[in-house]
């Protein structure tokens, strides 16, 4: 079987940043997907479970209520690595059309205090499944460390 594209990328080189994972075409529109890695693969400690579904409902409803990008918006939610989120966006994008976009994003989750939108039975399937410190910590982590000091390395994935 064939590796899909992001199977191929060099997990043992890759460090957090935000990267274009690739580019779709539905009819004449370019979707944008982006690798938002929060964590280096297979060298740090995974996100927490509870930490990245809040992180997943408060950015999602962040970038679905944000006055410039909502219409833009496709999809946001954790990879399965636990290692950071995919981006999906209408538009032929690269990273740094992103960075002030995921600024906002993070710095909202850093500082967020109060009820997590989604965040009950009748709206979420694992209501209960929730880390709202933890989503703050490792929100303030990856803007301090990785967005406000982007380098090209940040930018683009290993060669």
Known sequence: MKKIPSFTIDHLRMVRGIFVSRKDYVGQEVITTFDVRMKVP???PALG???IHSMEHLI??????HPTWNDKVIYWGPMGCLTG???????DLQSTDVVDLLKEAYSFVANYEGEIPGATPK???????QDLPMARYEARKYLEEVLLQ????NLHYPV
Do not use: S, V
């Open 49 to 51: 479970q509870g930490a």
């Open 42 to 44: 297979n060298a740090e």
């Open 150 to 153: 982007l380098k090209e390395e």
């Open 123 to 129: 709206d979420c399937g694992n209501y209960l499944l």
């Open 60 to 65: 999602a409803t962040f970038l679905r209520n």
């Open 85 to 91: 989120n995919y981006l999906i966006l209408a538009g």
